[in-house]
C-alpha cells in the first residue's frame, strides 16, 4: 500500500495557473502507472491525466484538459505533478491523485483500476 499526499490545490481567477504535486511513501514510483483525477459537486469522479510506468512513458489526458494541463513524474522523488494552464471555472474540483503497481497502459483512465489513493486537493477557479 502506497501512501500518497497531494499539495498545491488553492483558489486562482480564470486564465491562471497552478500545480499540483503528489508524493508517495515508496522509494521510488518507477513501477506505477499514475493518474489524476478530479470530483466536482454533484459530479462523478473524472478522470484527468495520467502517465504509464513503462519505459514508453506513455501519456494519456481527458479531451478538455488536452493543451491545458501537463503530468510529469519524478520517480526518484517518487512525485507525480500536474501543471494546470488557463484554468477555467469548470476546473473547480478536488483533484486525487492515484497510483497502482504495474497497471497496464489500456486500463491508465480507469480509476476503478487505481488501489492507492490521495485525499485530494481543492482546486477553486473563480470566473
Known amino acids: 500500500q502506497v501512501e500518497l499526499r497531494e499539495s498545491g490545490g488553492g483558489l486562482v481567477q480564470a486564465g491562471g495557473s497552478l500545480r499540483l504535486s503528489c508524493a508517495g511513501s515508496v522509494g521510488s514510483f518507477s513501477h506505477y502507472a499514475l493518474g489524476w483525477f478530479r470530483q466536482a459537486p454533484g459530479k462523478e469522479r473524472e478522470f484527468v491525466a495520467a502517465t504509464s510506468w513503462s519505459s514508453s512513458g506513455s501519456i494519456f489526458y481527458a479531451d478538455d484538459v488536452k493543451g491545458r494541463f501537463t503530468i510529469s513524474r519524478d520517480n526518484a522523488k517518487s512525485t507525480v505533478y500536474l501543471q494546470m494552464n488557463n484554468l477555467k471555472p469548470e476546473d473547480t474540483a478536488v483533484y486525487y491523485c492515484?497510483?497502482?503497481?504495474?497497471?497496464?497502459?489500456?486500463?491508465?483512465?480507469?480509476?476503478?483500476?487505481?488501489?492507492?489513493w490521495g485525499q485530494g486537493t481543492q482546486v477553486t477557479v473563480s470566473s
Open positions: 492515484a497510483a497502482r503497481w504495474l497497471l497496464p497502459q489500456s486500463q491508465l483512465r480507469q480509476g476503478l483500476e487505481y488501489d492507492n
